[in-house]
């Protein structure tokens, strides 16, 4: 065999076939000590081949006895052109490191405060008066919403309402369910921030979907009106088992209720269905939920709140060196948290709701972790998001000519307003930390798609997400803390 270059090709020579003893010249004995000494020179037929050409074309290189040759044309295995890519020792090397560190400092905060997790602190932090449910109440309410447009889509399919008349009721609908809950959370004092969280959270999901609701009925009509004959119900359902559905006949409470607590924000007439439960899959995607709940806030509680307590001092102080080092203690719970959040939330909660519902499109997110660019990590991490912004924003702008890039900071700028909207309103302070970090990335896109590529770029976006976050929590923290409680005079 050829020499194809690398020490992958010299691998490949040292495994050839050994001599049978009928067609060789030579006693095993000293096919071995051949073998020992020459290695890939020696051909399957025992005798000693005419040098073939190096990777450079350097055919007459080391000419003469095979024992005298030990070198030949090769790169380093660290280098690019060598073609080596088996680090498995070096990630398993790095992982033994990174959990002897975090074990390390998961040590050291035990000696320092002692085991600080309480589970019925967290029940706390949704109830204040265990009379009062002001955020379950809120959620109940939002069937409201879900009624009304349904009941504007029932009129328009039938005729009794006007295109324009249907619009200004689904966006009066739709500005209700942000504003609504908002009022509620800034003015009744019983509510907690956590408990007003998830009441925006499931507020946010209930507005995008429904917006998602009235696009797609709006262009079955829009279909059916240039071809009566042609069905709204034409997309794969992805399982042939069942027969599809056409406009108007998806306008049900069933069908509605299912894509409400469907995994997915964008509506359709047909979802593509899993053939049975898998009771398996749905146990173990169980434990994780509650497992890596409890994780979570042990990880809180015992990492993250003492850390944080401790920089409310530097930051009154204006003491840079502290702030920065408080930043980076701060980083790597604040990381590993997200990390587990994103397993939790993303693989084992939507898979548990999508496995009790039978809903087949299983891509909730893709290989972030790959990203070379700020855009490719957002488009990646949050496939339901990603597909709502991209159906219902983006290309509706660039079809009425707007410019690429335009349209994508318009959807940078939608994701900031909410997550500002769900950070500001529950802490009942606006201080823009959230928009502005979301907006921040606009340009901070552009810089690593311009000059950084490959690993430097998949390197500058986990930085982005390493160090951006926790600086954006210490900001919000310590506003708070201002706001609410007494400053703290002591520092672990």
Same mark, same amino acid.
């Given at each position: ?170 966006? $009066? ?11 509620? $959370? ?307």
């Amino acid at each position: 065999m050829g020499d194809r270059g690398g020490a992958g090709g010299s691998r490949r020579r040292r495994t050839g076939s050994r001599p049978s003893g009928q067609g060789g010249g030579r006693p095993a004995a000293e096919e071995d000590v051949l073998d020992a000494v020459a290695g890939s020179d020696v051909g399957a037929s025992g005798d000693v081949p005419a040098p073939a050409p190096d990777r450079d074309g350097d055919a007459g290189v080391g000419r003469g006895l095979p024992q005298l040759r030990c070198h030949r044309l090769q790169d380093s295995l660290f280098s690019s052109n060598s073609g080596f890519s088996n680090y498995r020792g070096i990630l398993n090397w790095c992982v033994v490191m990174l959990i002897l560190s975090n074990a390390r400092l998961f040590l050291e905060n035990l000696i320092k405060y002692g085991i600080l997790v309480d589970p019925i602190q967290v029940v706390s932090m949704f109830l204040k008066d265990p009379y009062s449910w002001p955020a379950p109440c809120l959620v109940i309410v939002a069937n409201v919403f879900i009624v009304a447009a349904f009941q504007v889509e029932k009129c328009l399919a039938v005729g009794t309402l006007t295109e324009q008349v249907g619009l200004l009721l689904h966006v $009066a609908n739709l500005v209700t369910i942000l504003s609504f809950p908002a009022a509620v $959370a800034l003015l009744d004092k019983s509510i907690t921030p956590v408990g007003s969280l998830v009441a925006l959270l499931v507020y946010c999901i209930l507005f995008l979907k429904l917006f998602s609701y009235r696009d797609v009925n709006l262009w079955c009509r829009q279909d059916t009106a240039k071809a009566k004959t042609a069905s709204a119900g034409k997309k794969d359902s992805g399982d042939s088992s069942q027969g599809t559905v056409s406009y108007p006949d998806n306008l049900t409470y069933c069908d509605l209720y299912y894509f409400i607590f469907a995994p997915t924000l964008c509506y359709e007439l047909n979802f593509p269905r899993s053939p049975r439960i898998r009771k398996r899959f749905l146990l173990r995607r169980l434990f994780e939920l509650l497992f890596l709940t409890q994780l979570q806030v042990a990880l809180i509680q015992q990492w993250m709140v003492p850390t944080i307590e401790n920089s409310m001092k530097p930051f009154r102080d204006m003491d840079y060196s502290r702030i920065i080092e408080r930043l980076l203690k701060l980083a790597v719970p604040n990381h590993l948290i997200w990390l587990i959040f994103f397993y939790w939330f993303f693989h084992s909660g939507l898979n548990v709701v999508a496995e009790l519902m039978r809903f087949g499109d299983r891509e909730f997110y893709r290989d972030w972790w790959n990203s070379e660019s700020v855009t490719h990590f957002w488009k990646n991490w949050n496939i339901p998001v990603h597909k709502w912004c991209l159906r219902h924003f983006y290309k509706p702008l660039v079809r009425r000519g707007i410019n690429r890039w335009l349209a994508t900071t318009g959807v940078f700028l939608i994701s900031a307003f909410f997550h500002e909207y769900m950070v500001s309103i529950p802490l009942r302070m606006f201080r823009l930390w959230a928009f502005t970090a979301m907006m921040v990335q606009v340009p901070l896109a552009w810089t690593v798609g311009r000059f950084l590529h490959g690993n430097y770029g998949n390197a500058a976006g986990w930085v982005t997400l390493i160090i951006g976050q926790p600086m954006a929590v210490l900001m919000y923290v310590h506003d708070y803390y201002v706001l609410n409680y007494e400053p703290s005079t002591t520092e672990a």
